[in-house]
């Protein structure tokens, strides 16, 4: 494989912390900022020295990167370019909350070489908003995404559904009308040790199915096509950074609690297809701790690809996965892919094995029997990097 071409950069603030959310995350204050800045300078040099690039894709995730000011972003983004040359030649990601810019903030974005804005929508209706914990309302949501357009910016949205006392098509009818050229639609999900958890708030199963089924229905019509199991996109506006992720890529990582996907170093085990790298949270980060290193085997490797590869409108190419990781999926996994192939879950397209429509709904139980059938295969469940 060809050495890292993308990086994702974590920015821990937030200008609030919402009771749904797991990511590493904190509200600021200006001592911590500081400190981050310069100990992500630092840790841009060393990584960009053994990794000189230059980048085809940046994504700086959070967190809420947009609650930076102009100067410390600009800090940011000199580290970057110092260490590289540049930002992503392809595709420069920023996520933003609605409540933190402007016409006039975007444009300045888009000048320093943004390309792309993730905007945290969530929601269009003002109660949803208020029980997921977000501070803007439906329409500053709205009126974020076409200011992020009007500053020439191509614009992804979030939309989180199964949400108690929604309406789901209200929604994605908003989002896939609104002029957005991607939208990212996530289940709600309620994680240990979050404010929803410690609330008690629970998801209905059957509504987040139907709320799946409905959100590729509304968008399509809206010319949006579902490309990834939680991602859509007009044509040509997929996610290049993304994709780096469900192709299995080498990336790079900066900042607490980011997670990367290197080549193998000397030191590393010869049996080694790539190492997974994460930093640890921002105390330890900043004395500084080195990232946790795991290193990858071709086992490991082939069910990561399927787990993501699955989750793709690509699939998985089965050639290209053994020339890579030396595991023939027809071989290593002969029972899963039986009963998936015979209850029409998934389907060979000459090479390539892709989820059908019904295997899509039901890729969790899919991919658990390719697990069963390898018992290595649970190592590999925890392993991935989470698309943003």
């Given amino acids: 494989m060809e050495a890292p071409r993308s990086l994702y950069l974590h920015v821990p603030f937030c200008p609030q912390v919402c009771p749904y959310c797991d990511f590493h995350k904190m509200l600021r204050n200006e ?5 981050y800045l310069g100990r992500l300078e630092a840790e841009a040099a060393v990584l960009a020295e053994r990794f000189p690039g230059p980048l085809d894709t940046l994504y700086l995730g959070g967190g809420t990167p947009s609650h930076l000011d ?22 420069t990601t920023l996520e933003a909350d609605p409540g933190t810019f402007d016409l006039e903030r975007a444009a300045r974005w888009r000048e320093a070489g943004i390309t792309r804005l993730s905007i945290g929508m969530q929601s269009t209706q003002d109660d949803v908003l ?26 992804s949205v979030d939309v989180i559904t199964a ?79 993304n994709s780096v992720y469900w192709r299995g ?28 790298t994460h930093s640890p949270p921002i105390k330890r980060w900043l004395r500084p701790e080195p990232a946790e ?45 039986e009963v998936a192939l015979e209850h029409e879950l998934l389907a060979f397209e000459a090479n390539t094995l892709r989820a059908t429509r019904a295997g899509t709904r039901l890729l969790n139980a899919v991919l658990r029997r390719f697990f069963e059938e390898d ?12 698309e943003r």
């Fill in 31 to 35: 001592p911590l900022v500081a400190a």
């Fill in 70 to 91: 102009e100067t410390e972003l600009a800090r940011v983004l000199h580290a970057v370019r110092s260490g590289w040359g540049g930002l992503g030649g392809a595709e």
């Fill in 130 to 155: 208020r029980f997921l914990g977000r501070s803007h309302s439906g329409a500053e949501a709205l009126r974020a995404l076409e200011v992020g357009l009007a500053a020439g910016l191509e614009v």
């Fill in 163 to 241: 949400v108690p006392g929604q309406d789901a098509r209200g929604d994605l009818e908003a989002a896939g009308a609104s002029g957005a050229q991607h939208v990212s639609v996530y289940t709600l999900t309620v994680e240990p040790f979050t404010p929803f958890a410690r609330r008690g708030v629970e998801v209905d199963e059957d509504r987040a199915a139907d709320d799946f089924d409905l959100a590729e229905e509304v968008l399509a019509r809206h010319g949006l096509a579902r490309y990834e199991v939680s991602n859509h996109a007009r044509p040509g506006f997929e996610s290049r950074h």
């Fill in 249 to 276: 890529d080498y990336w790079l990582a900066l900042g607490p609690s980011a997670a990367g996907f290197e080549p193998a170093a000397p030191g590393d085990p010869p049996w080694a297809l790539g190492v997974r």
């Fill in 293 to 337: 290193r795991t290193p990858v085997d071709g086992t490991t490797l082939a069910l990561e690809l399927l787990m993501t590869g699955l989750r793709t409108r690509e699939g998985v190419d089965v050639g290209r996965l053994e020339a890579r990781t030396g595991v023939d999926a027809r071989q290593r996994y002969p029972r899963a892919l």
């Fill in 375 to 386: 018992p290595a295969g649970a190592l590999a469940a925890g392993a991935i990097q989470a």
